[in-house]
């Protein structure tokens, strides 16, 4: 129950930042990925520089809708820099109507926390980072749609 809880307060403790994402710091994003129950979150690490991540995102988005009655989340966590929000960040989303929830670091410094997120990632984007039940599987590579269907599947046996 303490678990649910702490999830649920990272949700709500975070900024707000033009009602279009969640401003986060990495030790709330870290308390969310420790977290452990049988919801598959899709966590995947992109900025609006990053041609690849931008060409992979209509797929993470689809999969959020196509199974938005499961307990399946799609998480895109921007790495773009606090200076980028207002000019970039913030008109993307609105732009391409992202439906999937946006968090964006601050306060961050990619030596602090790139590690932490999985040890096996370089830090080039796009990563995405699939958990369930305690267990993670990190990928360090543009997706396709089937690509990514194949992964959930495999996650979900």
């Not at 969310?32 to 993470?60: G, H, Q, R």
């Not at 989340?73 to 999937?100: G, Y």
């Amino acid at each position: 129950m303490v678990k649910y809880f702490l999830v649920i307060s990272l949700f709500f403790s975070s900024e707000i930042f033009s009602q279009n994402f969640k401003k986060v710091p990495f030790d709330e994003l870290e308390q969310f990925l420790a977290s452990d129950n049988d919801t598959l979150y899709i966590v995947n690490f992109w900025a609006t520089w990053c041609k690849p991540c931008l060409e992979e995102m209509p797929y993470f988005e689809q999969i959020g809708l196509e199974k938005k009655n499961e307990k399946v989340k799609v998480i895109l966590v921007s790495v773009d820099t606090e200076s980028r929000w207002e000019a970039s960040l913030s008109p993307f989303i609105t732009k391409r109507n992202v439906q999937s929830e946006v968090w964006s670091l601050y306060n961050k410094k990619p030596g602090d926390w790139i590690d932490r997120i999985s040890p096996q990632w370089s830090g080039a984007i796009p990563g995405t980072l699939f958990m369930i039940n305690g267990k993670k599987y990190f990928y360090e590579k543009e997706f396709t749609y089937e690509e990514l269907i194949a992964t959930i599947q495999s996650i979900n046996q």
